[in-house]
């Protein structure tokens, strides 16, 4: 963003909005555009600062009077922004993260000071399945390796049954404050790292963390008609949170190996017959692989090389369950390698060759049977 937008524009209100539009507004906004809900959306992130940049100045009367007498420039603009440039840091949003309470599972939490539960991470799983399982579901086991409450402290991370005590660098709240340009700007507590209470004596069996890590066992049916990248996600399966918290989801994506002769187009499979010269001109009934079994192509006198033959519903389940996708057939024009002919064939295409007044080269074919017997 080269140019600043105008905060009231950014939040949508009126210059004369009252703070409780204005918290509404970005409250919305925040919420929408919150990093834990557009991960990796850098477009989502840009608003989601712009939101907060415009609240943190619009929602103090001091700010606000600044800005509406001189714009940007009487509120710092993007120089002493702790917004501009750099990564995304939500300990930066402290000030007013309240406002989104514990929708997110940080800011707002921490504030409070204390070991407030933390929801756990999400993990992913890059599970190969071949295109036959793709097509009609399978079922697996996958070891996951993830952290899980520790047993010995009962995640606690304290060893025995001595509590937390508050910490002494921040106060117990988990962030520590300093001025920067007009913003207040809140950092995660670096003696803490935000949980507001340190372990006097850590736990032996997960060193104070609250968490080990296991290797979980879970079985997993994935639905007929998956594709390539396909993400089946499993609620509670991924990471346990941190004192108590929900566990994250599991999310596991097909990786679909590709196949010998099938293609696939969505829930359509793609593959090719053999048709010889006689086949093509004169038509012929030739048996094709499918998923289901060997099935018969009429191929009709005169095909072309690559026209297609459809067997209706011989294709793959649609993942949504409504129906079932085709396959489809190109018909491959075979031409025999000289090697192949034997001298009553190579006679009877000289004949056909006359008959048609398109004369061969005797003396090439002879030539080049030759050189392969
Ligand atoms: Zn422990
Ligand atoms: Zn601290």
Redesign the pocket.
């Known amino acids: 963003m080269s140019t600043k937008r105008d905060y009231y524009e950014v939040l949508g209100v009126a210059r004369d909005a009252d703070g409780a539009t204005i918290k509404s507004a970005y409250r919305k906004l925040a919420i929408k555009h919150h990093p834990d809900r557009n991960p990796g959306d850098k477009e989502a992130e840009e608003y989601f600062k712009e939101a907060a940049e415009a609240y943190a100045v619009l929602s103090d009367g001091e700010k606000r009077a600044r800005y509406d007498r001189f714009g940007h420039q009487g509120v710092g603009g993007a120089a002493g922004s702790p917004f501009g440039g750099g990564g995304f840091d939500p300990s930066a949003f402290g000030d007013f993260a309240d406002i989104l309470g514990d929708l997110f599972g940080f800011g707002g939490a921490r504030r409070r000071g204390g070991r407030a539960p933390l929801r756990g991470a999400d993990l992913r799983y890059d599970l190969t399945i071949t295109f036959e399982e793709a097509a009609f579901g399978v079922e697996k086991t996958l070891k996951i390796p993830r952290l899980e409450r520790c047993d010995e402290c009962d995640g606690s991370g304290s060893a025995g049954d001595k509590a937390p005590e508050p910490?002494?660098?921040?106060g117990?709240?988990?962030q520590?404050r300093f001025n920067q340009g007009f913003f207040t700007v809140a950092r995660t507590?670096p003696?803490?790292h935000?949980?507001?209470t340190?372990i006097s004596e850590p736990c032996d069996t997960c060193r104070g963390e609250g968490r080990v890590e296991r290797a979980r066992t879970i079985e997993v049916k994935i639905p007929a008609g998956v594709d390539m990248g396909a993400r089946l996600r499993l609620q509670g399966e991924g990471e346990h949170g941190r004192h108590g918290g929900p566990p994250g989801d599991l999310y596991v994506v097909m990786r679909v190996q590709p196949h010998e002769t099938f293609r696939r187009e969505g829930p359509h499979v793609l593959s090719e017959i053999e048709v010889t010269y006689a086949q093509a001109v004169l038509g012929a009934a030739i048996e094709v692989e499918t998923l289901h079994g060997t099935k018969t192509v009429e191929v009709p006198p005169g095909t072309e090389p690559g026209q297609q033959f459809k067997l209706r519903g011989e294709g793959i389940q649609r993942i949504d369950g409504h129906g079932q996708g085709d396959h489809l057939v190109f018909a491959k024009l075979v031409i025999p390698r000289p090697s192949e002919l034997d001298d009553e064939r190579v006679e009877l295409l000289r004949q056909l060759a006359e008959l048609e007044g398109r004369p061969v080269r005797e003396s090439m074919i002879e030539r080049v049977k030759k050189m392969f017997h």
């Open positions: 910490c002494s660098a921040c117990g709240r988990g520590v507590c003696q803490c935000g949980e507001g340190v």
